[in-house]
């Protein structure tokens, strides 16, 4: 089971980012997110089957706090900042820092610059993401929630670098103490759970 996130600010695009990759149309009129939101779906990588859980969690400071306790031992996850939203990118680290407290040693985390659509009202250009995922040491990409193309590709890269740190025993269970390599003994018992089948190629189902 691989269990990853979505940090932002508030209305950077999370829940929407989620919604197309899951559903691979136009989001409808989507709420805002209260407190965590879970989506879980079963997909094909390679030759591996896994269980992603997708958790999209509130930009609201009003849920920081309990995000900040939200021990999950995530393998990985996505920062995501609005490239028209000054303050979004400014709160990146912020996130990141998040995200290292509720996430394994080591997991895997990728920088997105979502709204790429909204090309007319940027005011982080592309190169500033480029270099603080640099500064960071990892992944960036632009997004669009309405250019599935640029969702699944992040996905991919995403899933693709967790899978490749889980088989090389890189990720390491803080609470455990122990390599993190656990596969469902049972995937079939499960499926209640998945509530969404992604249309997309890896789909497994
Ligand atoms: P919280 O739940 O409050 O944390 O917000 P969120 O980050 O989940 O944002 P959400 O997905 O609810 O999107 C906020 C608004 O931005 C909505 O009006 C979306 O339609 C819009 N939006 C999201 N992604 C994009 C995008 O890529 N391009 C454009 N133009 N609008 C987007």
Redesign the pocket.
Known sequence: IFPII?L?????????????YLNGEN?P??????GI?ENNTHLRVGNDQILVKIL?????QDYESSINQFDANLLGGFI?Y?I?QQNSFENVDKWVKIFKNISAENAELILLG?????DDYRVIEKEKGENKAKDLNISFYE?????VDSIKIAFQDLLKKILEKVKKKLIIDKNEEKIYTNTPENVESNEKIYTNEPENDESNE
């Open positions: 979505l932002g600010d508030s209305g950077v695009g999370k829940t929407n980012i989620v919604y197309r989001p009129i989507i709420e805002e997110t209260y939101k999209d969690a509130s930009g609201k995501i609005d028209t979502n709204k790429s659509d909204f997004t669009s929630a309405f250019d």
